[in-house]
T-cell receptor, first 116, second 106 residues
Framework: SAVISQKPSRDICQRGTSLTIQCQVDSQVTMMFWYRQQPGQSLTLIATANQGSEATYESGFVIDKFPISRPNLTFSTLTVSNMSPEDSSIYLC?????????????FGEGSRLTVL | GQQLNQSPQSMFIQEGEDVSMNCTSSSIFNTWLWYKQEPGEGPVLLIALYKAGELTSNGRLTAQFGITRKDSFLNISASIPSDVGIYFCAGQDLIFGKGTKLSVKP
């Protein structure tokens, strides 16, 4: 399994500001993903973080709002830009450990953002 | 896109009772996955199923991959307070069900 560390674990942000969330994995992984979990809701895939190239975004999510970096196989960042209260959510980093495409994911503990 | 329907949405049970929850999809799956999320944590993988009809256990948890490949169920036997959490089903396409929130009364 992989140990996934996310920073910050929580933050309170002002409307209009941007926040960058970091995800560090203790070993090299091929597939890294970012999810959003709105209060009381399920997990929604934002994007796949691709090492050395632009992230692949799911329908409803765009790079201008959620820029993602992945400079190497152990680290990624997600920025939530120009935040509004609707962006208040838990943001989760996850990795597919085996790279087999089976969808077995390991998750970080999440970053809980509250936007005022 | 694919949709996962998970039921029930929530359950309130007494310690020692058995629990059953299920998930259905609008299309065929090659993999069914069951996760548990506790408050303040990310989801943790409980059971992975790869073949239609497969029945897999993990301690008091048992899950089955439906033969139609469009459904799966998760059973928890003899529930205990630490079973409290939200249980999610998911498929290989990284889509999650809406979750079943389990509350266990000691």
């Amino acid at each position: 399994s992989a140990v996934i560390s996310q920073k910050p674990s929580r933050d309170i942000c002002q409307r209009g500001t941007s926040l960058t969330i970091q995800c560090q994995v203790d070993s090299q992984v091929t597939m890294m993903f970012w999810y959003r979990q709105q209060p009381g809701q399920s997990l929604t895939l934002i994007a796949t973080a691709n090492q050395g190239s632009e992230a692949t975004y799911e329908s409803g999510f765009v790079i201008d709002k959620f820029p993602i970096s992945r400079p190497n196989l152990t680290f990624s960042t997600l920025t939530v830009s120009n935040m509004s209260p609707e962006d208040s959510s838990i943001y989760l980093c996850s990795v597919e450990w085996s790279g087999s495409g089976t969808g077995e994911l390991f998750f970080g503990e999440g970053s809980r953002l509250t936007v005022l | 896109g694919q949709q996962l329907n998970q039921s029930p949405q929530s359950m309130f049970i007494q310690e020692g009772e058995d629990v059953s929850m299920n998930c259905t999809s609008s299309s065929i799956f090659n993999t069914w996955l069951w996760y548990k999320q506790e408050p303040g944590e990310g989801p943790v993988l409980l059971i992975a199923l790869y073949k239609a009809g497969e029945l897999t256990s993990n301690g008091r948890l048992t899950a089955q991959f439906g033969i139609t490949r469009k459904d799966s169920f998760l059973n928890i036997s003899a529930s205990i307070p630490s079973d409290v959490g939200i249980y999610f089903c998911a498929g290989q396409d990284l889509i999650f069900g809406k979750g079943t929130k389990l509350s266990v009364k000691p």
